[in-house]
């Protein structure tokens, strides 16, 4: 089996537990403004920002629109008569203080690193959450590079997005290189894109949907990588 010397990591739900994250901080936030029942609350929001970040990844939406559209929709959806920049705002205070861990995460980084196998970040979060999330979770000195897409205006799948990334690391041969993630349009396809090895990651042992595109290998739990390098 091909061992790769690079690791291209996903952040959100493949080193660091974003649902949870999200869930706890949209929960926290959404009592400022409703008495309703978060749990149904927050199920409805968790539908239409995912389809905010799907459209932003098929090029539709811009990043900086995400922040206020899903709360603009949000509030349509439950007639909350609430300002989405003060709503986005506020969960974005109690998210940015937001940490859960994939399970094994750490223990897998920790024995990446024992191998000296070098590393970095690729996320399409946003900068203003993913920076303070990274400094509290205790794992950005495990890697090279840390590249968010709205620092850099770029975003996964996009082909420009791994082009900037492979300047910011140490120069591979891209057969040597993996991307590891766990979202199919944008890490996965867009390792195909670029023309990177990809793992997709995935725990919850979903079907792959897709004809066109397909992981280099696909996974269930982190340590599992670790048979790859």
């Known amino acids: 089996m091909k061992k790769y010397k690079y690791l291209l990591f996903d952040l959100d739900n493949t080193l660091l537990d974003f649902t949870r994250s999200s869930e706890s901080s949209f929960k926290q936030m959404i009592g400022h403004y409703s008495n309703l029942d978060k749990e149904t609350l927050f199920k409805e929001y968790y539908i239409i920002n995912k ?3 799907s459209a932003a990844e098929r090029g539709e939406l811009a990043l900086s629109e995400i922040k206020t559209l899903r709360f603009q929709r949000f509030n349509a959806l439950f007639e909350i008569d609430a300002d989405p920049n003060k709503m986005n705002t506020h969960y974005f205070d109690y998210l ?3 940490v859960f861990y994939v399970n094994d995460a750490l223990d897998v980084l920790k024995q990446l690193r024992a191998k000296q196998v070098g590393m970095s970040i690729i996320t399409n979060g946003l900068k203003e959450v993913q920076d303070r999330r990274i400094d509290l979770s205790g794992i950005k000195d495990y890697f090279d590079a840390i590249i968010i897409s709205d620092a850099i205006g770029v975003k996964k799948p996009d082909t420009a997005f791994f082009d900037y990334t492979l300047k910011q690391i140490p120069s591979f041969n891209k057969e040597d290189l993996l991307v590891i993630g766990d979202t199919a349009g944008s890490d996965i396809l867009g390792a195909y894109n ?3 090895p990809s793992c997709w990651f995935n725990p919850n042992q979903k079907e792959w949907s897709s004809n ?4 280099t290998h696909t996974i269930s739990q982190l340590p ?4 790859l390098i």
């Open 194 to 196: 670029a023309n990177i």
């Open 212 to 215: 066109k595109f397909k992981p």
């Open 51 to 53: 389809a905010c970040w």
């Open 96 to 98: 940015r203080e937001s």
């Open 224 to 227: 599992e990588l670790l048979e």
